[in-house]
Nanobody, 124 residues
Framework: VQLQASGGGLVQAGGSLRLSCAAS????????MGWFRQAPGKEREFVAAVLWSGRRTAYTESVKGRFTISRENAENTVEMRMNTLKPEDTAVYYCVARESSDRLPSDSRQWPWWGQGTLVTVSS
């Protein structure tokens, strides 16, 4: 499975960014996808995830109401729209995938496939 993330960049606090991740090699029908992030000096953190069906999503508390994850199954991509960005959202964001029809774990060890990471920098 290969994941190719894009869309990071520099934005001022309060601004928006959209991250995108293209998946190949994953049986998309059974492939949950999501995002983790890692800020400098901090542990990797679960951000959001979505089932293949799109019917269920999960978010870490700090991004609820600001981030929206969605997927376009016809294109094997997942997107995350990030609004009202804060300096504390600054991190390298990683696209992840796992075979799952019903679970969206926040434990990074349960996501076997990882993309290369894309940097998001939010200036104050």
């Amino acid at each position: 499975v290969q994941l190719q993330a894009s869309g990071g960049g520099l934005v001022q606090a309060g601004g928006s960014l959209r991250l995108s991740c293209a998946a190949s090699g994953c049986i998309f029908r059974n492939c949950a996808m999501g995002w983790f992030r890692q800020a400098p000096g901090k542990e990797r953190e679960f951000v959001a995830a979505v089932l293949w069906s799109g019917r269920r999503t999960a978010y870490t508390e700090s991004v609820k109401g600001r981030f929206t994850i969605s997927r376009e199954n016809a294109e094997n991509t997942v997107e995350m729209r990030m609004n009202t960005l804060k300096p504390e959202d600054t991190a390298v964001y990683y696209c992840v995938a796992r075979e799952s029809s019903d679970r969206l774990p926040s434990d990074s060890r349960q996501w076997p496939w990882w993309g290369q990471g894309t940097l998001v920098t939010v200036s104050s």
